[in-house]
């Protein structure tokens, strides 16, 4: 029986510091705001979880809330939203090989694009000079206009 009120008493002293160390209130709402913010929408993609209103976003905005409340840190809710959907769910992803694509692709389509770009542009800008037949065409051409008006 004693050793039962010790558990029960240990178990009472365990919870107390869990509730004490777990935010609630305005704090709460802040520290969940905050790692809403790192975290990108499934659905919408464009936006945050704090910004969608998808069904998916605001149920991840409830586990954000339930995990924080429950005393975990802001880097341990984000490593478990990682962990479950992967670097893509994070607004701002790491740069690692597996996602070098999403930040250098980018700047590689848009160097392609700019070198493309200028050699259409250099072949373009050499005319062709004209043989004196290919002149004298051209000047009876102009000729005709110049008498029609």
């Known amino acids: ?19 004490a160390d777990a ?25 945050t979880i704090a910004d969608s209103q998808a069904e998916l976003a605001v149920d991840l905005r409830q586990q954000v809330r339930e995990q924080l409340a429950q ?5 341990e809710v984000i490593d478990y939203v990682v962990a479950r959907y992967g670097d893509f769910v994070l607004y701002r992803p790491p740069v690692r090989s597996s996602t ?4 250098f692709g980018p700047f590689a389509l848009l160097s392609a694009g700019a070198i493309a770009f200028r050699i259409m542009m250099a072949r373009r800008a050499t005319p062709a000079d004209l043989d004196a037949a290919e002149r004298a065409r051209a000047a009876r051409l102009l000729d005709r206009g110049e008498e029609a008006q």
Do not use: D, F, H
């Open 1 to 19: 029986m004693i050793k039962a009120i010790v558990l029960l008493a240990m178990w009472l002293a365990c919870a107390a510091a869990i509730a």
């Open 23 to 47: 935010p609630t209130g305005a704090e709460l709402e802040k520290r969940v705001a905050a790692v809403s913010q790192e975290l990108r929408c499934l659905v919408c993609q464009n936006q």
């Open 71 to 75: 005393g975990k840190s802001e880097r």
């Open 100 to 103: 070098w694509l999403l930040w």
